[in-house]
């Protein structure tokens, strides 16, 4: 009787350890590129996505005759051009859409996720 007592013992220790060993997985690491994108949960299109487009695309989307006629000085010239999904393809160089800025290097994935999150969101004029 003692020996399957002992037994029984042990065998609820092993299974009391085997459990409290038990963790939850580990995110991966994410590189700064990574928590650089991620932005601020109260930015605003007026001081988060609008000065990206006013330095990056308004030089050539701007004044009388814009290029391609698109126009992108204001949020009622802007919300069209994301809603159809040509600024997020442009800004980040996806299959189909023309690269913008045009001859430039491809925007920051800050800048880009900015961008992004604000579509997400549902394009708020702020």
């Known amino acids: 009787m003692k020996k399957s007592n002992y037994i029984l013992i042990c065998a609820a220790i092993i299974m009391g350890f085997s459990q409290s060993c038990r963790h ?15 932005i601020e949960d109260d ?24 290029s391609a006629g698109i126009p992108l000085t204001t949020y009622s010239e802007i ?17 189909g859409y023309t ?8 925007l920051n994935d800050s800048d880009v996720n900015t961008v992004k999150q604000w579509i997400d969101d549902g394009f708020p004029n702020n």
């Not at 930015?43 to 814009?66: L, Q, R």
């Not at 800025?101 to 491809?106: H, I, S």
């Open 24 to 38: 939850e997985p580990i995110e991966p690491f994410k590189s700064t590129d990574d928590m650089m994108g991620n």
């Open 43 to 66: 930015f605003t299109f007026s001081t988060g996505v609008f000065p990206i487009i006013e330095n990056n695309c308004v030089g050539c989307h701007g004044g009388a005759n814009p």
């Open 79 to 95: 919300f069209p051009f994301a809603a159809s999904g040509g600024l997020y393809g442009v800004i980040n160089h996806e299959p």
């Open 99 to 106: 690269p913008m800025p045009l001859g430039a290097n491809k």
